[in-house]
Protein backbone atom coordinates (compact mmCIF):
# COMPACT_ATOMS: atom_id res chain seq x y z
CA UNK A 1 0.00 0.00 0.00
CA UNK A 2 0.76 3.66 -1.17
CA UNK A 3 2.12 5.97 1.91
CA UNK A 4 1.46 9.40 2.00
CA UNK A 5 4.57 11.94 1.35
CA UNK A 6 5.12 13.52 4.92
CA UNK A 7 8.60 15.95 4.49
CA UNK A 8 7.59 17.43 7.61
CA UNK A 9 6.22 15.03 9.81
CA UNK A 10 9.45 12.84 8.89
CA UNK A 11 11.50 15.26 10.79
CA UNK A 12 9.38 14.81 14.03
CA UNK A 13 9.92 12.52 16.27
CA UNK A 14 8.51 14.18 19.59
CA UNK A 15 6.53 17.23 19.97
CA UNK A 16 10.00 18.94 21.08
CA UNK A 17 10.26 19.46 16.88
CA UNK A 18 7.30 21.20 16.09
CA UNK A 19 7.95 23.86 18.74
CA UNK A 20 10.88 24.76 16.10
CA UNK A 21 8.45 24.84 13.14
CA UNK A 22 6.70 27.95 12.38
CA UNK A 23 3.01 28.53 12.43
CA UNK A 24 2.50 27.99 8.46
CA UNK A 25 4.73 24.78 8.96
CA UNK A 26 2.55 23.80 11.96
CA UNK A 27 -0.79 24.21 9.97
CA UNK A 28 1.08 21.89 7.13
CA UNK A 29 1.88 19.32 8.95
CA UNK A 30 -1.73 18.87 10.12
CA UNK A 31 -2.24 18.18 6.91
CA UNK A 32 0.31 15.71 6.71
CA UNK A 33 -1.17 14.28 10.11
CA UNK A 34 -3.86 13.92 8.90
CA UNK A 35 -3.18 11.99 5.58
CA UNK A 36 -0.99 9.61 8.18
CA UNK A 37 -3.37 8.86 10.55
CA UNK A 38 -5.86 8.09 7.67
CA UNK A 39 -3.43 5.48 6.06
CA UNK A 40 -2.69 4.03 9.19
CA UNK A 41 -5.95 3.36 10.32
CA UNK A 42 -7.16 1.71 6.72
CA UNK A 43 -4.77 -0.95 7.52
CA UNK A 44 -6.01 -1.61 10.91
CA UNK A 45 -9.64 -0.35 11.87
CA UNK A 46 -10.36 1.47 14.92
CA UNK A 47 -11.32 5.32 16.08
CA UNK A 48 -11.11 7.08 12.90
CA UNK A 49 -13.36 10.51 12.68
CA UNK A 50 -12.84 11.05 16.46
CA UNK A 51 -9.21 11.56 15.48
CA UNK A 52 -9.51 13.55 12.51
CA UNK A 53 -11.37 15.73 14.15
CA UNK A 54 -8.34 16.63 16.32
CA UNK A 55 -5.58 16.90 14.19
CA UNK A 56 -4.98 20.29 14.13
CA UNK A 57 -5.62 20.81 18.08
CA UNK A 58 -3.33 17.86 18.64
CA UNK A 59 -0.51 19.36 16.90
CA UNK A 60 -1.39 23.00 18.66
CA UNK A 61 -1.11 21.78 22.16
CA UNK A 62 1.96 19.79 21.73
CA UNK A 63 3.95 22.91 19.81
CA UNK A 64 2.56 25.07 22.63
CA UNK A 65 2.54 22.82 25.85
CA UNK A 66 5.82 21.29 27.46
CA UNK A 67 4.94 17.95 27.33
CA UNK A 68 5.15 15.45 28.98
CA UNK A 69 6.42 17.84 31.90
CA UNK A 70 2.81 19.44 30.89
CA UNK A 71 0.53 16.66 31.13
CA UNK A 72 -2.31 16.26 28.58
CA UNK A 73 -5.27 14.26 29.47
CA UNK A 74 -7.50 13.19 26.57
CA UNK A 75 -10.72 12.13 28.12
CA UNK A 76 -11.97 8.64 26.39
CA UNK A 77 -8.94 8.44 24.64
CA UNK A 78 -10.22 7.52 21.36
CA UNK A 79 -9.29 10.51 19.47
CA UNK A 80 -5.66 9.92 20.86
CA UNK A 81 -4.20 8.71 17.35
CA UNK A 82 -2.60 11.91 16.01
CA UNK A 83 -1.10 12.66 19.45
CA UNK A 84 0.61 8.96 19.30
CA UNK A 85 2.14 9.90 15.68
CA UNK A 86 3.32 13.23 17.97
CA UNK A 87 5.02 11.35 20.22
CA UNK A 88 7.32 8.64 19.32
CA UNK A 89 4.90 6.16 18.16
CA UNK A 90 4.35 6.60 14.71
CA UNK A 91 6.38 3.29 13.36
CA UNK A 92 4.32 1.47 15.84
CA UNK A 93 1.03 2.92 14.38
CA UNK A 94 -0.06 0.11 12.15
CA UNK A 95 -0.04 -1.83 15.22
CA UNK A 96 -2.72 -0.17 16.78
CA UNK A 97 -5.75 -2.19 18.56
CA UNK A 98 -3.32 -5.76 17.87
CA UNK A 99 -2.26 -8.15 20.19
CA UNK A 100 0.98 -6.58 21.41
CA UNK A 101 0.89 -3.47 19.44
CA UNK A 102 -0.20 -0.29 20.66
CA UNK A 103 -3.74 0.68 22.84
CA UNK A 104 -6.57 2.25 20.78
CA UNK A 105 -6.79 4.63 24.04
CA UNK A 106 -4.23 6.35 26.20
CA UNK A 107 -2.01 4.39 28.76
CA UNK A 108 0.32 4.82 31.19
CA UNK A 109 2.91 2.34 30.56
CA UNK A 110 3.07 2.68 27.26
CA UNK A 111 4.64 6.12 27.10
CA UNK A 112 5.52 9.19 29.06
CA UNK A 113 2.92 10.94 26.99
CA UNK A 114 -0.12 9.08 28.16
CA UNK A 115 0.10 10.50 31.85
CA UNK A 116 -3.74 9.00 32.56
CA UNK A 117 -5.20 5.97 30.85
CA UNK A 118 -8.53 6.13 29.75
CA UNK A 119 -11.47 4.31 27.19
CA UNK A 120 -14.70 5.28 29.36
CA UNK A 121 -15.89 8.76 29.04
CA UNK A 122 -16.01 12.13 31.45
CA UNK A 123 -12.31 11.12 33.47
CA UNK A 124 -10.18 14.14 32.30
CA UNK A 125 -11.14 17.12 34.39
CA UNK A 126 -11.06 15.18 37.47
CA UNK A 127 -7.61 13.23 36.37
CA UNK A 128 -6.42 16.96 35.50
CA UNK A 129 -7.38 18.63 39.06
CA UNK A 130 -5.40 15.68 40.68
CA UNK A 131 -1.96 16.48 38.64
CA UNK A 132 -2.93 20.20 39.52
CA UNK A 133 -2.99 19.46 43.09
CA UNK A 134 0.22 17.73 42.99
CA UNK A 135 1.68 20.06 41.04
CA UNK A 136 0.63 23.14 43.57
CA UNK A 137 1.78 20.45 46.58
CA UNK A 138 5.54 20.28 45.26
CA UNK A 139 5.28 17.27 42.95
CA UNK A 140 7.58 17.55 40.02
CA UNK A 141 4.49 18.50 37.06
CA UNK A 142 3.48 20.97 35.46
CA UNK A 143 -0.05 22.25 33.77
CA UNK A 144 -2.62 19.94 33.36
CA UNK A 145 -5.02 19.84 30.06
CA UNK A 146 -8.25 17.98 29.91
CA UNK A 147 -9.62 17.24 26.57
CA UNK A 148 -12.60 16.57 26.56
CA UNK A 149 -15.74 16.26 23.96
CA UNK A 150 -19.40 17.92 24.29
CA UNK A 151 -20.66 14.29 24.43
CA UNK A 152 -18.44 13.30 27.76
CA UNK A 153 -18.79 16.14 29.46
CA UNK A 154 -22.42 15.83 29.80
CA UNK A 155 -21.63 12.85 32.39
CA UNK A 156 -22.79 13.89 35.71
CA UNK A 157 -18.82 13.01 36.97
CA UNK A 158 -17.60 16.07 34.29
CA UNK A 159 -19.88 18.35 35.70
CA UNK A 160 -18.64 17.25 39.68
CA UNK A 161 -15.44 18.16 38.66
CA UNK A 162 -15.84 21.48 36.99
CA UNK A 163 -17.63 22.13 40.02
CA UNK A 164 -14.09 21.19 42.34
CA UNK A 165 -12.22 22.74 40.37
CA UNK A 166 -13.88 25.94 40.04
CA UNK A 167 -14.28 26.15 43.75
CA UNK A 168 -10.57 25.43 44.09
CA UNK A 169 -9.32 28.26 41.40
CA UNK A 170 -6.10 26.71 40.48
CA UNK A 171 -4.58 27.05 37.60
CA UNK A 172 -5.36 24.19 34.94
CA UNK A 173 -7.06 24.50 31.30
CA UNK A 174 -9.79 22.55 29.82
CA UNK A 175 -10.47 22.20 26.00
CA UNK A 176 -14.05 21.47 25.06
CA UNK A 177 -14.08 19.65 21.81
CA UNK A 178 -17.20 20.30 20.49
CA UNK A 179 -17.90 18.51 17.20
CA UNK A 180 -21.77 18.77 17.20
CA UNK A 181 -21.42 22.40 16.26
CA UNK A 182 -20.84 23.94 13.12
CA UNK A 183 -19.04 27.35 13.11
CA UNK A 184 -21.37 29.29 10.78
CA UNK A 185 -19.37 32.27 8.91
CA UNK A 186 -20.67 34.95 11.74
CA UNK A 187 -18.91 32.92 14.33
CA UNK A 188 -16.00 32.56 12.13
CA UNK A 189 -15.88 36.01 12.26
CA UNK A 190 -16.23 36.39 15.97
CA UNK A 191 -13.75 33.65 16.55
CA UNK A 192 -10.99 35.29 13.91
CA UNK A 193 -11.64 38.47 16.02
CA UNK A 194 -11.12 37.26 19.27
CA UNK A 195 -8.33 35.04 18.63
CA UNK A 196 -6.67 38.80 17.84
CA UNK A 197 -7.39 39.52 21.12
CA UNK A 198 -6.59 37.20 22.94
CA UNK A 199 -3.03 37.45 22.07
CA UNK A 200 -2.56 41.52 23.39
CA UNK A 201 -5.04 40.96 26.34
CA UNK A 202 -5.28 39.55 29.47
CA UNK A 203 -7.74 36.22 30.26
CA UNK A 204 -9.93 38.79 32.55
CA UNK A 205 -10.28 41.00 29.70
CA UNK A 206 -11.70 38.26 27.40
CA UNK A 207 -15.52 37.99 28.04
CA UNK A 208 -16.13 41.56 27.97
CA UNK A 209 -14.02 42.58 24.89
CA UNK A 210 -15.96 39.64 23.28
CA UNK A 211 -19.45 40.64 24.70
CA UNK A 212 -18.64 44.22 23.73
CA UNK A 213 -18.02 42.99 20.18
CA UNK A 214 -20.80 40.96 19.72
CA UNK A 215 -23.18 44.23 20.98
CA UNK A 216 -22.39 46.03 18.44
CA UNK A 217 -22.59 43.34 15.80
CA UNK A 218 -25.75 43.31 13.49
CA UNK A 219 -28.81 41.10 14.82
CA UNK A 220 -28.38 37.48 12.45
CA UNK A 221 -24.39 37.42 13.49
CA UNK A 222 -25.32 38.43 16.75
CA UNK A 223 -28.04 35.80 17.04
CA UNK A 224 -25.11 33.25 15.49
CA UNK A 225 -22.79 33.57 18.20
CA UNK A 226 -25.72 32.99 20.57
CA UNK A 227 -26.31 29.88 18.71
CA UNK A 228 -22.32 28.90 19.37
CA UNK A 229 -22.96 29.32 22.70
CA UNK A 230 -25.89 27.69 23.98
CA UNK A 231 -24.08 24.53 25.06
CA UNK A 232 -23.02 25.73 27.85
CA UNK A 233 -25.31 29.28 28.46
CA UNK A 234 -26.25 30.00 31.76
CA UNK A 235 -29.11 31.73 33.38
CA UNK A 236 -28.13 35.21 32.95
CA UNK A 237 -27.35 36.24 29.35
CA UNK A 238 -23.58 37.63 29.11
CA UNK A 239 -22.28 34.48 30.90
CA UNK A 240 -22.20 30.89 30.87
CA UNK A 241 -22.37 27.95 32.93
CA UNK A 242 -18.95 27.43 33.03
CA UNK A 243 -18.08 31.03 34.07
CA UNK A 244 -20.78 30.54 37.11
CA UNK A 245 -18.72 27.64 37.84
CA UNK A 246 -15.21 29.56 38.44
CA UNK A 247 -13.66 29.23 34.97
CA UNK A 248 -12.73 31.87 32.56
CA UNK A 249 -14.45 30.78 29.63
CA UNK A 250 -12.91 31.21 26.17
CA UNK A 251 -14.60 30.80 22.87
CA UNK A 252 -15.88 29.35 20.58
CA UNK A 253 -13.31 28.99 18.35
CA UNK A 254 -12.78 26.92 14.82
CA UNK A 255 -10.62 23.70 15.97
CA UNK A 256 -9.42 23.59 12.54
CA UNK A 257 -7.90 26.89 11.81
CA UNK A 258 -4.24 26.97 13.08
CA UNK A 259 -4.03 30.70 13.37
CA UNK A 260 -7.06 30.60 16.00
CA UNK A 261 -5.69 27.62 17.85
CA UNK A 262 -1.94 28.76 18.54
CA UNK A 263 -2.34 32.18 19.52
CA UNK A 264 -5.39 31.39 22.24
CA UNK A 265 -3.50 28.29 23.43
CA UNK A 266 0.09 30.50 23.97
CA UNK A 267 -2.01 32.90 25.69
CA UNK A 268 -3.74 31.21 27.89
CA UNK A 269 -0.62 29.56 29.15
CA UNK A 270 1.09 32.79 29.16
CA UNK A 271 -1.69 34.42 31.44
CA UNK A 272 -3.76 32.10 33.09
CA UNK A 273 -3.96 32.68 36.93
CA UNK A 274 -7.04 30.29 37.76
CA UNK A 275 -9.06 27.37 35.68
CA UNK A 276 -9.43 28.35 32.00
CA UNK A 277 -11.96 26.11 29.32
CA UNK A 278 -11.39 26.93 25.93
CA UNK A 279 -14.36 26.23 23.40
CA UNK A 280 -12.96 24.77 20.49
CA UNK A 281 -15.38 23.50 17.67
CA UNK A 282 -14.26 20.85 15.63
CA UNK A 283 -15.98 18.75 13.16
CA UNK A 284 -15.24 14.60 13.44
CA UNK A 285 -14.04 13.23 10.06
CA UNK A 286 -12.66 16.07 9.31
CA UNK A 287 -10.36 16.41 6.22
CA UNK A 288 -11.00 12.89 4.95
CA UNK A 289 -14.61 13.17 2.64
CA UNK A 290 -15.57 9.30 3.04
CA UNK A 291 -15.69 10.38 7.10
CA UNK A 292 -17.66 13.90 6.45
CA UNK A 293 -20.13 12.40 4.26
CA UNK A 294 -20.99 9.39 6.44
CA UNK A 295 -23.56 9.19 9.13
CA UNK A 296 -21.49 7.61 12.15
CA UNK A 297 -18.54 10.19 10.79
CA UNK A 298 -15.79 7.11 10.42
CA UNK A 299 -16.38 6.63 14.51
CA UNK A 300 -15.22 3.17 14.52
CA UNK A 301 -14.09 1.48 11.24
CA UNK A 302 -12.46 -1.73 9.77
CA UNK A 303 -9.80 -1.73 7.57
CA UNK A 304 -10.62 0.18 4.53
CA UNK A 305 -9.47 1.59 0.96
CA UNK A 306 -8.12 4.95 1.55
CA UNK A 307 -9.28 5.98 -2.24
CA UNK A 308 -12.89 4.87 -1.81
CA UNK A 309 -13.27 4.49 2.01
CA UNK A 310 -14.68 1.00 0.89
CA UNK A 311 -14.52 -1.10 4.42
CA UNK A 312 -13.63 -4.56 3.88
CA UNK A 313 -16.50 -6.04 6.67
CA UNK A 314 -16.60 -9.87 6.18
CA UNK A 315 -19.96 -11.46 5.76
CA UNK A 316 -21.22 -13.02 9.42
CA UNK A 317 -22.02 -16.85 9.07
CA UNK A 318 -24.57 -15.93 11.98
CA UNK A 319 -26.19 -12.80 13.40
CA UNK A 320 -24.85 -10.69 16.01
CA UNK A 321 -25.89 -11.30 19.76
CA UNK A 322 -26.47 -7.88 19.48
CA UNK A 323 -28.98 -7.69 16.71
CA UNK A 324 -30.57 -10.84 18.44
CA UNK A 325 -31.31 -8.89 21.16
CA UNK A 326 -32.74 -5.54 19.94
CA UNK A 327 -35.08 -7.70 17.25
CA UNK A 328 -36.07 -9.82 20.14
CA UNK A 329 -36.57 -6.73 22.02
CA UNK A 330 -38.82 -4.79 19.32
CA UNK A 331 -40.52 -8.36 19.15
CA UNK A 332 -41.60 -8.11 22.91
CA UNK A 333 -42.26 -4.51 22.86
CA UNK A 334 -44.40 -4.78 20.01
CA UNK A 335 -46.78 -7.27 22.22
CA UNK A 336 -46.03 -5.72 25.44
CA UNK A 337 -47.25 -1.70 25.25
CA UNK A 338 -45.69 -1.47 28.71
CA UNK A 339 -41.65 -2.25 27.33
CA UNK A 340 -39.74 0.33 26.76
CA UNK A 341 -35.80 0.90 26.51
CA UNK A 342 -33.07 2.63 27.78
CA UNK A 343 -29.34 3.59 27.28
CA UNK A 344 -26.21 5.57 28.09
CA UNK A 345 -25.51 6.89 24.48
CA UNK A 346 -25.03 3.32 22.84
CA UNK A 347 -28.22 3.38 20.67
CA UNK A 348 -26.53 0.94 17.97
CA UNK A 349 -24.18 -0.88 20.33
CA UNK A 350 -26.39 -2.35 22.11
CA UNK A 351 -28.81 -2.84 19.50
CA UNK A 352 -32.34 -0.79 20.88
CA UNK A 353 -31.57 1.24 17.56
CA UNK A 354 -33.52 -1.81 15.91
CA UNK A 355 -36.31 -0.52 18.70
CA UNK A 356 -35.96 2.93 18.09
CA UNK A 357 -36.72 2.52 14.16
CA UNK A 358 -39.90 1.07 15.17
CA UNK A 359 -41.00 2.52 18.36
CA UNK A 360 -39.15 5.26 18.82
CA UNK A 361 -41.12 6.98 21.58
CA UNK A 362 -40.20 3.87 23.93
CA UNK A 363 -36.80 4.29 23.50
CA UNK A 364 -34.57 6.96 25.85
CA UNK A 365 -30.96 7.55 24.96
CA UNK A 366 -30.05 9.61 28.00
CA UNK A 367 -26.59 10.16 26.84
CA UNK A 368 -23.28 9.48 28.97
CA UNK A 369 -24.88 8.98 31.92
CA UNK A 370 -25.29 5.38 33.15
CA UNK A 371 -25.92 6.69 37.00
CA UNK A 372 -28.94 8.39 35.81
CA UNK A 373 -30.51 5.69 33.06
CA UNK A 374 -30.28 3.04 35.76
CA UNK A 375 -32.13 5.08 38.64
CA UNK A 376 -34.46 6.37 35.63
CA UNK A 377 -35.31 2.28 34.72
CA UNK A 378 -36.05 2.05 38.41
CA UNK A 379 -38.41 4.98 38.16
CA UNK A 380 -39.76 3.55 34.86
CA UNK A 381 -40.03 0.36 36.94
CA UNK A 382 -42.21 1.67 40.01
CA UNK A 383 -44.54 3.45 37.79
CA UNK A 384 -45.44 -0.08 36.31
CA UNK A 385 -43.33 -0.10 32.96
CA UNK A 386 -41.32 -2.68 31.79
CA UNK A 387 -37.73 -1.06 31.28
CA UNK A 388 -34.98 -3.11 29.67
CA UNK A 389 -31.71 -1.28 30.18
CA UNK A 390 -29.05 -1.81 27.75
CA UNK A 391 -25.65 -1.16 28.96
CA UNK A 392 -22.37 -2.59 28.20
CA UNK A 393 -20.96 -4.55 30.90
CA UNK A 394 -17.88 -2.77 31.33
CA UNK A 395 -19.92 0.53 31.39
CA UNK A 396 -22.84 -0.59 33.67
CA UNK A 397 -20.11 -0.75 36.46
CA UNK A 398 -20.52 2.81 36.37
CA UNK A 399 -23.69 2.76 38.14
CA UNK A 400 -23.27 0.47 40.48
CA UNK A 401 -24.61 2.22 43.81
CA UNK A 402 -27.73 2.78 41.76
CA UNK A 403 -28.04 -0.99 40.91
CA UNK A 404 -27.85 -1.95 44.84
CA UNK A 405 -29.61 1.32 46.35
CA UNK A 406 -32.13 2.04 43.47
CA UNK A 407 -32.92 -0.77 42.06
CA UNK A 408 -32.58 -4.00 44.05
CA UNK A 409 -32.59 -2.70 47.34
CA UNK A 410 -36.32 -1.78 46.35
CA UNK A 411 -36.63 -4.81 44.24
CA UNK A 412 -38.07 -2.89 41.16
CA UNK A 413 -38.11 -4.88 37.83
CA UNK A 414 -35.34 -3.58 35.99
CA UNK A 415 -33.83 -5.58 33.55
CA UNK A 416 -30.40 -5.44 32.49
CA UNK A 417 -29.04 -6.31 28.75
CA UNK A 418 -25.83 -6.89 29.08
CA UNK A 419 -23.96 -6.73 26.16
CA UNK A 420 -19.75 -6.98 25.55
CA UNK A 421 -19.69 -9.92 28.32
CA UNK A 422 -16.71 -11.52 28.11
CA UNK A 423 -13.39 -10.53 26.41
CA UNK A 424 -14.21 -8.50 23.70
CA UNK A 425 -11.12 -7.56 21.54
CA UNK A 426 -8.99 -4.94 19.87
CA UNK A 427 -11.03 -2.84 22.53
CA UNK A 428 -9.06 -4.78 25.29
CA UNK A 429 -8.95 -4.50 28.93
CA UNK A 430 -11.19 -1.23 29.21
CA UNK A 431 -13.84 -2.60 27.81
CA UNK A 432 -13.81 -5.78 28.79
CA UNK A 433 -16.79 -7.60 30.66
CA UNK A 434 -15.44 -9.25 33.05
CA UNK A 435 -17.01 -8.57 36.81
CA UNK A 436 -20.91 -8.04 36.18
CA UNK A 437 -21.44 -11.93 37.30
CA UNK A 438 -19.73 -11.24 40.18
CA UNK A 439 -21.36 -8.22 41.22
CA UNK A 440 -24.46 -8.60 40.27
CA UNK A 441 -25.17 -11.83 42.14
CA UNK A 442 -23.90 -10.32 45.23
CA UNK A 443 -26.94 -8.73 45.54
CA UNK A 444 -30.12 -9.61 47.52
CA UNK A 445 -33.06 -10.35 44.69
CA UNK A 446 -31.20 -10.13 41.74
CA UNK A 447 -31.46 -12.87 39.26
CA UNK A 448 -28.82 -13.23 36.61
CA UNK A 449 -28.49 -14.89 33.53
CA UNK A 450 -25.98 -16.01 30.81
CA UNK A 451 -26.68 -17.02 26.98
CA UNK A 452 -25.22 -20.34 25.51
CA UNK A 453 -25.62 -19.14 21.95
CA UNK A 454 -28.66 -16.86 20.21
CA UNK A 455 -31.73 -18.75 20.64
CA UNK A 456 -30.96 -19.06 24.59
CA UNK A 457 -30.92 -15.29 24.42
CA UNK A 458 -33.75 -14.61 22.85
CA UNK A 459 -35.70 -17.17 25.59
CA UNK A 460 -34.17 -14.79 27.73
CA UNK A 461 -35.00 -11.73 26.38
CA UNK A 462 -38.73 -13.37 26.74
CA UNK A 463 -37.77 -14.69 30.35
CA UNK A 464 -37.23 -10.84 31.66
CA UNK A 465 -40.18 -9.81 30.09
CA UNK A 466 -42.23 -12.23 31.82
CA UNK A 467 -40.81 -11.75 34.91
CA UNK A 468 -41.73 -9.05 37.25
CA UNK A 469 -40.83 -10.09 40.59
CA UNK A 470 -37.83 -7.82 40.96
CA UNK A 471 -34.48 -7.19 39.23
CA UNK A 472 -32.98 -9.39 36.65
CA UNK A 473 -30.26 -9.57 33.97
CA UNK A 474 -28.86 -11.31 31.34
CA UNK A 475 -25.39 -11.10 29.49
CA UNK A 476 -24.00 -11.70 26.05
CA UNK A 477 -21.17 -11.65 23.99
CA UNK A 478 -20.01 -9.48 21.26
CA UNK A 479 -19.71 -10.53 18.23
CA UNK A 480 -21.88 -13.23 16.19
CA UNK A 481 -24.01 -16.09 17.27
CA UNK A 482 -23.12 -19.38 16.58
CA UNK A 483 -25.28 -20.41 13.97
CA UNK A 484 -28.13 -22.26 16.13
CA UNK A 485 -31.33 -22.56 14.75
CA UNK A 486 -33.78 -19.68 15.64
CA UNK A 487 -37.35 -20.17 16.69
CA UNK A 488 -39.88 -17.60 15.80
CA UNK A 489 -40.30 -16.07 19.13
CA UNK A 490 -38.58 -16.87 22.61
CA UNK A 491 -39.90 -19.19 25.48
CA UNK A 492 -39.46 -17.82 28.95
CA UNK A 493 -37.51 -20.17 30.63
CA UNK A 494 -38.01 -21.72 34.13
CA UNK A 495 -36.23 -19.53 36.75
CA UNK A 496 -33.36 -21.21 38.32
CA UNK A 497 -32.99 -24.18 36.44
CA UNK A 498 -30.12 -25.26 33.55
CA UNK A 499 -30.17 -28.20 31.38
CA UNK A 500 -28.31 -31.11 30.80
CA UNK A 501 -27.04 -31.26 27.55
CA UNK A 502 -25.17 -34.55 27.54
CA UNK A 503 -25.10 -37.38 30.20
CA UNK A 504 -22.03 -38.85 31.28
CA UNK A 505 -20.52 -40.23 34.62
CA UNK A 506 -17.20 -39.15 35.15
CA UNK A 507 -16.57 -35.62 34.48
CA UNK A 508 -19.48 -32.55 34.92
CA UNK A 509 -18.44 -29.89 32.75
CA UNK A 510 -20.79 -26.97 33.64
CA UNK A 511 -20.39 -24.48 32.05
CA UNK A 512 -22.13 -20.64 32.24
CA UNK A 513 -22.40 -18.52 29.26
CA UNK A 514 -20.93 -18.08 25.84
CA UNK A 515 -17.88 -20.62 26.52
CA UNK A 516 -20.48 -23.78 25.90
CA UNK A 517 -19.31 -24.19 22.50
CA UNK A 518 -16.02 -24.63 23.68
CA UNK A 519 -16.58 -26.77 26.62
CA UNK A 520 -18.18 -29.09 24.31
CA UNK A 521 -14.83 -29.12 21.98
CA UNK A 522 -13.43 -30.23 25.69
CA UNK A 523 -15.54 -32.75 26.15
CA UNK A 524 -15.15 -34.61 22.74
CA UNK A 525 -11.65 -34.15 23.68
CA UNK A 526 -12.08 -35.96 26.93
CA UNK A 527 -14.41 -38.57 25.24
CA UNK A 528 -11.14 -39.55 23.36
CA UNK A 529 -9.36 -40.05 26.32
CA UNK A 530 -11.78 -42.71 27.36
CA UNK A 531 -13.51 -40.38 29.77
CA UNK A 532 -17.39 -40.22 29.95
CA UNK A 533 -18.77 -36.44 30.36
CA UNK A 534 -21.74 -34.69 31.26
CA UNK A 535 -22.46 -31.27 29.64
CA UNK A 536 -24.76 -29.03 31.23
CA UNK A 537 -25.82 -25.22 30.43
CA UNK A 538 -26.20 -23.58 33.85
CA UNK A 539 -27.92 -20.25 32.34
CA UNK A 540 -28.72 -19.20 36.08
CA UNK A 541 -25.90 -17.44 38.22
CA UNK A 542 -28.48 -16.68 40.48
CA UNK A 543 -30.61 -18.39 41.85
CA UNK A 544 -28.45 -21.56 41.09
CA UNK A 545 -30.32 -24.59 39.87
CA UNK A 546 -29.18 -26.81 43.17
CA UNK A 547 -31.10 -29.67 42.53
CA UNK A 548 -28.52 -30.08 38.58
CA UNK A 549 -25.40 -28.78 41.00
CA UNK A 550 -26.22 -31.59 43.40
CA UNK A 551 -26.97 -34.71 41.08
CA UNK A 552 -23.92 -33.37 39.33
CA UNK A 553 -21.75 -33.70 42.36
CA UNK A 554 -23.07 -36.78 43.75
CA UNK A 555 -22.73 -38.60 40.38
CA UNK A 556 -19.22 -37.81 39.14
CA UNK A 557 -15.79 -37.83 39.91
CA UNK A 558 -15.11 -34.33 38.71
CA UNK A 559 -17.08 -30.73 38.33
CA UNK A 560 -15.41 -28.12 36.40
CA UNK A 561 -17.64 -24.54 36.18
CA UNK A 562 -16.76 -22.86 32.91
CA UNK A 563 -17.47 -19.14 32.60
CA UNK A 564 -16.35 -15.82 30.53
CA UNK A 565 -15.71 -13.47 33.67
CA UNK A 566 -13.53 -13.05 36.65
CA UNK A 567 -12.76 -15.18 39.71
CA UNK A 568 -15.75 -14.61 42.46
CA UNK A 569 -18.66 -15.28 39.95
CA UNK A 570 -20.22 -18.09 38.76
CA UNK A 571 -17.92 -20.64 39.77
CA UNK A 572 -17.56 -18.84 43.02
CA UNK A 573 -21.50 -19.21 43.57
CA UNK A 574 -21.31 -22.76 42.92
CA UNK A 575 -18.10 -23.68 45.72
CA UNK A 576 -20.28 -21.45 48.12
CA UNK A 577 -23.25 -23.85 48.06
CA UNK A 578 -21.67 -27.25 47.29
CA UNK A 579 -18.99 -26.25 50.50
CA UNK A 580 -22.35 -25.44 52.56
CA UNK A 581 -24.07 -28.18 51.96
CA UNK A 582 -21.26 -30.64 52.78
CA UNK A 583 -20.61 -31.75 49.15
CA UNK A 584 -17.14 -30.65 49.11
CA UNK A 585 -16.47 -33.53 52.25
CA UNK A 586 -17.09 -36.16 50.00
CA UNK A 587 -13.81 -36.79 47.97
CA UNK A 588 -15.58 -34.85 44.71
CA UNK A 589 -12.75 -32.79 42.77
CA UNK A 590 -14.16 -29.35 41.74
CA UNK A 591 -12.42 -26.64 39.16
CA UNK A 592 -13.61 -23.05 38.48
CA UNK A 593 -12.35 -21.92 35.13
CA UNK A 594 -12.50 -18.13 35.29
CA UNK A 595 -11.03 -14.82 33.84
CA UNK A 596 -7.19 -14.74 35.93
CA UNK A 597 -6.87 -12.68 38.23
CA UNK A 598 -5.29 -9.86 35.92
CA UNK A 599 -6.31 -7.86 33.17
CA UNK A 600 -6.28 -9.28 29.65
CA UNK A 601 -4.49 -7.07 26.79
CA UNK A 602 -6.12 -6.75 23.66
CA UNK A 603 -6.00 -9.39 21.08
CA UNK A 604 -8.59 -11.12 18.83
CA UNK A 605 -10.64 -12.31 21.26
CA UNK A 606 -9.29 -16.41 20.72
CA UNK A 607 -6.06 -14.86 21.66
CA UNK A 608 -7.47 -13.38 24.72
CA UNK A 609 -9.17 -16.35 25.91
CA UNK A 610 -6.04 -18.33 25.33
CA UNK A 611 -4.12 -15.79 27.21
CA UNK A 612 -6.21 -16.45 30.04
CA UNK A 613 -6.17 -20.10 29.81
CA UNK A 614 -10.07 -20.97 28.81
CA UNK A 615 -8.95 -22.68 25.57
CA UNK A 616 -10.86 -26.22 24.97
CA UNK A 617 -7.26 -27.49 25.68
CA UNK A 618 -6.89 -25.81 28.98
CA UNK A 619 -10.18 -27.38 30.28
CA UNK A 620 -8.71 -30.77 29.01
CA UNK A 621 -5.66 -29.90 30.80
CA UNK A 622 -7.31 -29.18 34.11
CA UNK A 623 -9.06 -32.73 34.15
CA UNK A 624 -5.67 -34.56 33.47
CA UNK A 625 -4.53 -33.08 36.29
CA UNK A 626 -7.33 -33.71 38.77
CA UNK A 627 -7.57 -37.44 37.57
CA UNK A 628 -4.66 -38.00 36.55
CA UNK A 629 -4.05 -41.73 37.79
CA UNK A 630 -8.01 -42.36 36.62
CA UNK A 631 -7.38 -40.69 32.89
CA UNK A 632 -3.66 -43.09 32.57
CA UNK A 633 -5.53 -46.03 33.86
CA UNK A 634 -8.56 -45.26 31.13
CA UNK A 635 -6.03 -44.61 28.12
CA UNK A 636 -3.99 -47.80 29.11
CA UNK A 637 -7.63 -49.93 29.39
CA UNK A 638 -8.49 -48.01 25.92
CA UNK A 639 -5.07 -49.42 23.94
Known sequence: MTRPETPLLDRVAGPADLRELSDANLAKLADELRSEVVSAVSETGGHLGSSLGVVELSVAIHAVFNTPADKLIWDVGHQCYPHKVLTGRRDRMRTLRQKDGLSGFTRRSESPYDPFGAAHSSTSISAALGFTIGRDMGQPTGDAIAVIGDGSISAGMA?????????????????????????????????????????????????????EFADAMPGPMRDGLKRAKALVTGAHPRGTLFEDLGFEYVGPIDGHDMSQLLPVLRTARA??????????????????????????????????????????????????????????????????????????????????????????????????????????????????????????????????????????????????????????????????????????????????????????????????????KGPIAFRYPRGSGTGVEMPERGTPLEIGKGKVLQEGSDVALLSFGAHLDETWRAARMLEEQGLSVTVADARFAKPLDTALLERLATTHQMLVTVEQGSVGGFGAMVLHHLAGEGLLDRGLKVRTMTLPDRFIDQASPDQMYLDAGLTAQDMVHTVQEALQPTVSNVTTLKR
Open 159 to 211: YEALNNAGAEGRRMFVILNDNEMSIAPPVGAMSSYLSQLYANEPLAMMRTMAD
Open 271 to 468: RATGPVLIHVCTVKGKGYAPAEQSADKYHGVSKFDVATGTQAKSKPNAPSYTSVFGQSLTAEAARDPSVVAITAAMPSGTGVNIMADRLPARVFDVGIAEQHAVTCAAGMAASGLKPFCAIYSTFLQRGYDQIVHDVALQNLPVRFAIDRAGLVGADGATHAGAFDVGYLSALPNMVVMAASDEAELQDMVATAAAYD
